[in-house]
């Protein structure tokens, strides 16, 4: 059981992109249990966005200048480049700090091992930031799942897709798949973890993955099969290149069927600025809920409200009670050891865009 903190949770963020800025810096500010005392990026405009957006808030360059004032935090959550995650954990660890990793949670499953390991010699909590286990669909699949609303569910399908043929420069479209990079790691991540989450333990893996993209330096582009040993099936479908896209989830039980469309809105909303306490966050539109039944026969189905800040709320207490996180990194190991056996399996067989071939040729 990790140390408790007494009080406000000073907390510090590294990285101040879309992590920072738009999944993490929000909720800490909208719940009492938090200060957001200090922030890390070397990005001028990110600088400025970062005191605009939170007066009073310190901002330093590196994440070595955080770790100096550790004395001043409690908490650090990591919102930096996937192939950082373990690096930075193990040294916020070192300094005494309760940590949050975004997924994921480390490049290999070896090492989230270490840092879970480093947790526990420093008596303190690390926990990896799975958000989308508050979506609010998926929320809705749980709740029909509990209710045996669709019988015995035989297969599982799930889409994470989006149409991005000219995504802007970034440290994702730079990355390879050793440094955390592609879309396995980075959508991979939450549709795996959300069908383990259903379904429970995985005993066959197989997968297709591909490069679509032109000048795509990792994986864009992925099919996952899983057999769970519940008898589950699950289908998990991931692409940035996708014009029309397939339904969110598609659920085949012995007596009915679930289907939904489209992403949660929790995100879009955040980008937009709206704040995690604004009357109806989270929550969507009835023409955007799914349906149940058989063909012919279907009825929509009341969608739960997206939820990501109760990942903040069991954070704090967690922290405070020496409970138990919100997110198990045992869980986030087990993920990684998916991906890494896809990734295996797949190098051989990886296919290329027709440009890229015309390169190696």
């Given at each position: 059981m990790a140390a408790r903190v007494s009080g406000t949770i000073r907390t510090g963020v590294i990285g101040f992109g879309t992590s920072g800025a738009v999944f993490h810096a929000p909720f800490l500010a909208a719940d009492p249990d938090y200060s957001l005392d200090l922030v890390v990026t070397s990005d001028p405009d990110r600088r400025a966005e970062a005191l605009g957006r939170h007066p009073g808030v310190k901002v330093v360059s590196t994440a070595e200048e955080l770790f100096a004032r550790a004395d001043e935090l409690d908490l650090v959550v990591i919102g930096s480049p996937s192939g950082t995650h373990a690096a930075l954990a193990t040294a916020?660890?070192?300094?005494?700090?309760?940590?949050?990793?975004?997924?994921?949670?480390?490049?290999?499953?070896?090492?989230?091992?270490?840092?879970?390991?480093?947790?526990a010699a420093a008596d303190r909590l690390v926990t990896v930031f799975q958000n989308r286990r508050w979506d609010g669909d998926f929320l809705t699949v749980r709740r029909l799942l509990d209710e045996g609303m669709?019988?015995?569910?035989?297969?599982f399908e799930s889409r994470f897709e989006w149409w991005k043929p000219d995504p802007p420069a970034s440290w994702k479209t730079a990355a390879t798949a050793a440094e955390g990079g592609g879309i396995l790691y980075d959508l991979g991540t939450h549709v795996i973890d959300q069908a383990i989450q259903l379904f429970g333990e995985v005993e066959d893996v197989q997968a297709e993955l591909g490069v679509v993209r032109p000048g795509a330096v990792a994986d864009d582009d992925a099919f996952v099969a899983l057999r769970h040993r519940s008898g589950v099936r699950s289908h998990?479908?991931?692409?940035?290149l996708v014009a029309q896209a397939g339904p969110r989830f598609r659920v085949l039980g012995s007596s009915g069927a679930y289907t939904s469309w489209g992403l949660d809105g929790q995100e879009p909303a955040l980008q937009a600025g709206a704040d995690p306490r604004?009357?109806?966050?989270?929550?969507?539109?009835?023409s955007g809920w799914g349906a149940i039944g058989v063909d012919g026969a279907t009825e929509p189905?009341?969608?739960?409200?997206?939820?990501?800040?109760?990942?903040?709320r069991l954070l704090a207490t967690a922290l405070h009670d020496g409970g138990r996180p919100p997110v198990d990194p045992?869980?986030?190991?087990?993920?990684?050891?998916?991906?890494?056996?896809v990734h295996a399996a797949a190098a051989p067989h990886q296919r290329s865009t027709p440009e890229q071939k015309e390169q190696t040729a």
């Open positions: 916020s660890l070192h300094a005494g700090l309760h940590v949050v990793v975004d997924k994921p949670f480390a490049v290999t499953a070896a090492e989230g091992r270490a840092v879970v390991d480093r947790a669709l019988g015995h569910v035989h297969r998990l479908w991931m692409g940035s604004d009357d109806g966050f989270g929550r969507r539109d009835p189905v009341p969608m739960a409200d997206g939820d990501y800040a109760a990942f903040t045992a869980d986030a190991i087990a993920v990684l050891e998916i991906i890494e056996a």
